[in-house]
């Protein structure tokens, strides 16, 4: 029946009533078709959608550009914070099978494209339902419990120099999914632009295993010399090295330690005769050493931690950021920066000692995408070491000064969850692990792969 027929059966007193819903109704209509009337080709599945009329932003498309030609989806937010919306699209997938994503993205007046421009990937079976994960054996042997798949996070990669960023990520469809649901979002960025391209969803290959041996020293220098503190770690690196350790950490301002001096008295420039003497030993022994030192720079002092690669290279150089007060009383200057260096093993972050107690550093280091980071630490909080791989998701190599019956720090390797996976409990000995950094890490009760969700919903 249609709209006049309903109108004509209408009592004549209620007509005007009648006739003013037909016509709102009809303008409604008309509003919602119109909405997307730039979508050109709905041959390409990309369906808008937002959570709600009142918040939602306007969706559009423009025509391809050289060298891809592929058309370009724009979503643009007015002025309010809560505007949010997404183009959406169903890939069919293979429960069990791997998946590269892969998109490009420019935003115009987002403040934090990170969070405000994530793009998602939604596991589903075949009538648009979520489904369960796939849950990696249990160590202990108990009965998994097998959580909901969570959405993926495909991160950020580089910038080229007409604005556009890569967006990747490689990911194992859970085994009963039938369907990704692939969503291209701008949301909380008021009068802001974003454009997406390039989007694929093409089945891959798993990532090849990326397995690295950690190690750190249990050592406490006896002070004697500085000469001496360097040489006394060399046993340590030669037994690293022959259980096939890839990378070792030692301690914290191992020439001052013991020595009775103010760190300005034995504070020495990078590279200098302690990061030259461990070079000699890490081209030797074709190892990555991290070791910490005071460094002197002109009149500055930092309490600083280097990494050497195989080759005898300095590969880099971290300055403390957080100091107690012992340091600041005798002059010591914080550094300022969260470095992250590329190595063959994966992305090597340092933080020393007292920045353990303060979350701001390590997250620093694992957003700047630290996988591993080596710490150098006379003594923190046991919790907080934990804390610092937990809620970033990486490798924590930790090199003390306590002793392990202390209920204080300890020399280890920490797992993505916080669980110490090796522990040197003896003076003068090691503890090594191996690790495997191409997977992400997967929580029992399931935050999905929460460092990709780290840029994404951080404040």
């Given at each position: 029946?249609s709209?006049l027929q309903?109108?004509?059966?209408?009592?004549?007193?209620?007509?005007?009533?009648?006739l003013?819903a037909i016509?709102?109704?009809?303008?409604?209509s008309?509003?919602?078709?119109s909405?997307?009337?730039?979508?050109?080709n709905?041959?390409?599945?990309w369906?808008?959608?937002?959570?709600?009329?009142?918040?939602?932003?306007?969706?559009?498309q423009?025509?391809?550009?050289a060298?891809?030609?592929?058309?370009?989806?724009v979503?643009?937010?007015g002025?309010?914070?809560a505007?949010?919306g997404?183009?959406q699209?169903?890939f069919?997938?293979?429960?069990?099978s791997w998946?590269?994503?892969g998109?490009i993205k420019?935003t115009?007046?987002?403040?934090s494209?990170n969070r405000?421009?994530?793009?998602r990937?939604?596991w589903?079976d075949a009538q648009g339902?979520p489904?369960?994960?796939n849950?990696?054996?249990n160590?202990?042997?108990?009965?998994?419990?097998i959580?909901?798949a969570?959405?993926e996070h495909?991160?950020?990669?580089s910038t080229n120099?007409?604005g556009?960023t890569?967006v990747?990520?490689v990911y194992q469809a859970?085994?009963?999914?039938?369907q990704?649901l692939v969503?291209l979002h701008?949301?909380?960025?008021?009068?802001?632009?974003?454009q997406?391209?390039?989007i694929?969803?093409?089945e891959?290959?798993?990532?090849?295993p990326?397995?690295?041996?950690?190690?750190t020293a249990?050592?406490v220098p006896?002070?004697?010399?500085?000469e001496r503190?360097r040489?006394?770690?060399w046993h340590?690196?030669?037994?690293?090295k022959a259980?096939?350790a890839?990378l070792?950490?030692?301690g914290e301002t191992i020439?001052?330690?013991?020595?009775?001096?103010?760190?300005?008295e034995?504070a020495e420039?990078?590279p200098?005769?302690?990061?030259?003497?461990?070079s000699?030993?890490a081209?030797?022994?074709?190892?990555h050493?991290?070791?910490?030192l005071?460094?002197?720079?002109?009149?500055v002092?930092y309490n600083?931690?280097?990494?050497i690669?195989p080759d005898?290279?300095?590969v880099?150089?971290?300055r403390?950021v957080?100091?107690?007060?012992?340091e600041?009383?005798?002059?010591?200057?914080?550094?300022?920066n969260?470095p992250?260096f590329?190595t063959?093993?994966?992305k090597?972050?340092?933080?020393?000692c007292?920045?353990g107690?303060?979350?701001e550093?390590a997250r620093?280091?694992?957003l700047?995408?630290?996988?591993?980071?080596a710490?150098p630490?006379a003594?923190c909080n046991?919790?907080?070491s934990?804390?610092?791989?937990?809620?970033n998701?990486?490798?924590l190599v930790?090199?003390t000064?306590?002793?392990s019956?202390a209920n204080w720090?300890?020399?280890?390797?920490?797992?993505r969850?916080?669980?110490?996976?090796?522990?040197?409990?003896?003076?003068n000995t090691?503890a090594?692990?191996?690790v495997d950094?191409s997977?992400?890490h997967?929580w029992r009760?399931n935050?999905?792969?929460?460092?990709s969700?780290i840029?994404r919903h951080?404040p």
């Open positions: 029946m709209l309903i109108y004509d059966r209408i009592r004549p007193g209620s007509k005007f009533f009648a003013f016509m709102n109704l009809f303008l409604s008309s509003e919602v078709q909405f997307d009337h730039t979508i050109k709905p041959d390409h599945g369906i808008p959608v937002s959570p709600r009329g009142e918040i939602r932003p306007n969706f559009s423009q025509p391809g550009k060298p891809t030609e592929e058309p370009i989806w979503i643009q937010t002025a309010s914070i505007d949010h997404w183009f699209r169903s069919p997938v293979k429960g069990g998946y590269q994503f998109a420019k115009k007046d987002v403040e494209p405000s421009a994530p793009a990937i939604v589903q339902k489904v369960r994960a849950v990696p054996p160590k202990s042997g108990e009965k998994a419990y959580p909901l969570e959405p495909p991160m950020d990669g120099a007409e556009w890569e990747r990520g859970p085994d009963s999914a039938t990704a969503e701008l949301q909380w960025a008021p009068k802001g632009t974003v997406w391209s390039r694929s969803l093409m891959s290959t798993a990532p090849a990326r397995k690295v041996r950690l190690a249990h050592y006896t002070g004697k010399s500085v503190n040489e006394e770690y340590l690196i030669l037994a690293a259980k096939g890839d070792i950490v030692l020439n001052h330690t013991n020595l009775g001096k103010k760190p300005h034995v420039p990078i200098g005769p302690t990061t030259n003497y461990f000699d030993l081209k030797n022994q074709k190892i050493i991290v070791v910490g005071y460094e002197r720079h002109d009149t002092v600083s931690a280097c990494l690669g005898g290279m300095l880099g150089t971290y403390k957080c100091l107690p007060h012992s600041i009383e005798d002059g010591v200057t914080p550094g300022k969260f992250v590329y063959k093993l994966g090597v972050g340092m933080m020393i007292y920045d107690f303060f979350p550093v620093g280091l694992a700047n995408g630290a996988e591993i980071v710490w630490v003594g046991p919790l907080l934990r804390a610092r791989a937990c809620e998701h990486i490798f930790s090199s000064y306590t002793d019956k720090t300890i020399s280890a390797i920490y797992d969850d916080g669980t110490p996976l090796a522990q040197a409990d003896k003076w090691i090594i692990s191996e950094l997977r992400p997967f009760n935050l999905g792969d929460f460092r969700m840029p951080r």
